[in-house]
């Protein structure tokens, strides 16, 4: 099977940095991806870590250990339209699985 | 924008009815992924179609059915819907080489059944 945990909620300054933490379990394992959700809206791709490391576009940042089973979103320069759920997702076995996501409320 | 339409927007059903669901995906695009996204079950990988192929089932009830045509784009059919159906409906695609991650979602169909 396949299970992805990450917190719930967090809350962050803008213009502070960020990092939501996303573990896994997953049979298979591929690869660890990062999307982006605003309310009402549809999950918009951000990232994709297959190999261990860190992956930078732009403000933010992707971080996979494959021996941990664990992997990271890092926003830097937080800005009030980061304000959004995010969502990490493995595949595997399946094609992909997503965890719960993480609501950030950035604050003034 | 990603791309990637569906229609119609909202659904408004009674229980016991049927519904279906269309997706075009973005030009190009040979796969179509159909999700289901609730309050209490997060997003939910239903099945998944490369080139009118069927290539992975997740957790698709019985009820509901989906195909994809020789044009790629692709109808979801709900049938002998209950209350507990009313959520959003993605599909998404991805490119013919990209990874299973990286996949681009269409607006969503909000279906509630009433």
């Known amino acids: 099977g396949q299970s992805l945990e990450q917190p719930s909620e967090v809350t962050a300054v803008e213009g502070a940095i960020v990092q939501i933490n996303c573990t896994y379990q997953?049979?298979?394992?591929?690869?660890l991806s990062w999307y982006q959700q605003h309310d009402g809206g549809a999950p918009t791709f951000l990232s994709y870590?297959?190999?261990?490391g860190l992956e930078e576009t732009g403000r933010f940042s992707s971080f996979l250990s494959r021996s941990d089973s664990y992997g990271y979103l890092l926003l830097q320069e937080l800005q009030m339209k980061d304000s959004a759920s995010y969502f990490c997702a493995s595949s595997g076995d399946t094609p992909l699985v997503f965890g719960k996501g993480t609501r950030l409320s950035v604050i003034a | 924008d990603s791309g990637v339409t569906q229609t119609p927007k909202h659904l408004i059903t009674a229980t016991g009815q049927r519904v279906t669901l269309r997706c075009s995906p973005r030009?190009?695009?040979?796969?179509v992924y159909w999700y289901q996204q609730s309050l209490d079950q997060g997003l939910q990988f239903l099945i998944h179609?490369?080139?009118?192929?069927?290539?992975a089932k997740g957790n698709i009830l019985e009820r509901f059915s989906a195909q994809q045509f020789p044009d790629l784009h692709s109808e979801l059919n709900l049938s002998s819907l209950e209350l507990g159906d009313s959520a959003l409906y993605f599909c998404?695609?991805?490119?013919?080489?990209?990874?299973?991650?990286?996949?681009?979602f269409g607006p969503g169909t909000r279906l509630t059944v009433l």
């Open positions: 030009s190009g695009d040979l796969s």
């Open positions: 179609y490369y080139n009118g192929e069927e290539r």
């Open positions: 870590n297959a190999l261990d």
């Open positions: 998404a695609s991805s490119a013919p080489l990209a990874p299973y991650n990286e996949q681009f």
């Open positions: 997953t049979s298979g394992f591929y690869g």
